[in-house]
């Protein structure tokens, strides 16, 4: 069955340092993995995503995230993190399942930046 | 172009009361889905359909049906509301029938149960 963990439910940093926001996950198959981000009374929207093609994926507002097979990790990282930042983060990650995928979404990391 | 469209926004129910979410796409999405969020626990899946006529359960099905007559619509039923179905409610769709693709969800619908 697959599963994907936050390790984070809370991540606090200053404005203008690194962002560290932590995932695993487990699955049977190759998964698809995303990033979406849900800022305060807005939609989710779609940072990036990992679909088996180069290991290290770049996004939007500069996000990054890296996937590791060994690890079964998927850790999102931002080298300098901004107050527009402050949001909820969710990993998710799409599973074959016979003929069809199941897209399961993670706990969700609420990020806070402190000026 | 709407994208995808949840109604209502908000509502309130009393327990044993019926109702249904609406959620239409206009996008010839194949791929549709609810998702309730809660505090703590992120969105989880209620059911999703990878095509007219095809629905499949999620993580939490219990006291939801679904159908899919369209391609367009996506319609949440609530047999029988309970208490602990007081929750935000999400509707997403994506390009064809895998799960692989961006998810495009609508601006969610927030259900009380008193």
């Known amino acids: 069955a697959q599963s994907v963990t936050q390790l984070d439910s809370h991540v606090s940093v200053s404005e203008g340092t690194p962002v560290l926001l932590r995932c695993n996950y487990s699955?049977?198959?190759?998964?698809?993995l995303f990033w979406y981000v849900q800022h305060p009374n807005k939609g989710l929207q779609l940072l990036l995503k990992?679909?088996?093609?180069?290991?290290l994926v770049k996004g939007i507002n500069g996000f990054e995230a890296e996937f590791k097979k060994s690890e079964t990790s998927f850790h999102l990282t931002k080298p300098s993190a901004h107050m527009s930042d402050a949001a909820e983060y969710f990993c998710?990650?799409?599973?074959?399942?016979?003929?069809?995928?199941?897209?399961?979404f993670g706990p969700g990391t609420s990020l806070s930046v402190i000026p | 172009n709407a994208g995808v469209t949840q109604t209502p926004k908000f509502q309130v129910l009393k327990t044993g009361q019926s109702m249904t979410l609406q959620c239409a796409q206009d996008?010839?999405?194949?791929?549709m889905s609810w998702y309730r969020q809660d505090p703590g626990m992120g969105l989880r899946l209620i059911h999703y359909?990878?095509?007219?006529?095809?629905?499949d359960q999620g993580e939490v099905p219990n006291g939801y049906n679904v159908s899919r007559s369209t391609t367009e619509d996506f319609p949440l039923r609530l047999l029988s509301a309970a208490p602990s179905q007081t929750s935000v409610y999400f509707c997403?769709?994506?390009?064809?029938?895998?799960?692989?693709?961006?998810?495009?969800f609508g601006s969610g619908t927030q259900l009380s149960v008193l």
């Open positions: 998710v990650v799409s599973e074959r399942k016979t003929s069809y995928d199941k897209v399961i």
């Open positions: 997403a769709s994506s390009y064809g029938g895998q799960g692989n693709e961006k998810l495009f």
């Open positions: 990992y679909t088996s093609a180069a290991t």
């Open positions: 359909s990878v095509g007219a006529g095809i629905t």
């Open positions: 996008m010839n999405h194949e791929y």
């Open positions: 699955s049977s198959y190759s998964p698809s």
